[in-house]
Nanobody, 123 residues
Framework: QVQLVESGGGSVQAGGSLRLSCAASGRTFSSYGMGWFRQAPGKEREFVAAISYSGGSTYYADSVKGRFTISRDNAKNTVYLQMNSLKPEDTAVYYC????????????????WGQGTQVTVSS
């Protein structure tokens, strides 16, 4: 069982930055691939970024590539999402998720989810 708690969301103007954190409980965090997803009102949950259990591989949605960076600190049981050059279209609730094995871009592949943190980008 893994419990995930996101933090770091907030309101920012376009062009600004935010750093999201996702703290995980449990002693097996380093065996889980981790992903960030987001969901805007009236839209489906969409993939943002993912990182392998070791941190050696990262994956990004085209819409955030070059602006967002996913990283993890297995000693702290935490995964991060650094978001730069934010745009109004990045506004959404951001969720972190965990899965054993290979990371995926599909939400249904993930076993555990956090409660989400709101990110609002104003123009």
């Amino acid at each position: 069982q893994v419990q995930l708690v996101e933090s770091g969301g907030g309101s920012v103007q376009a062009g600004g930055s935010l750093r999201l954190s996702c703290a995980a409980s449990g002693r097996t965090f380093s065996s889980y691939g981790m992903g960030w997803f987001r969901q805007a009102p009236g839209k489906e949950r969409e993939f943002v970024a993912a990182i392998s259990y070791s941190g050696g591989s990262t994956y990004y949605a085209d819409s955030v590539k070059g602006r967002f960076t996913i990283s993890r600190d297995n000693a702290k049981n935490t995964v991060y999402l650094q978001m730069n050059s934010l745009k109004p279209e990045d506004t959404a609730v951001y969720y972190c998720a965990a899965e054993r094995g290979l990371v995926h871009t599909t939400p249904s592949k993930y076993d555990y989810w956090g409660q989400g943190t709101q990110v609002t980008v104003s123009s």
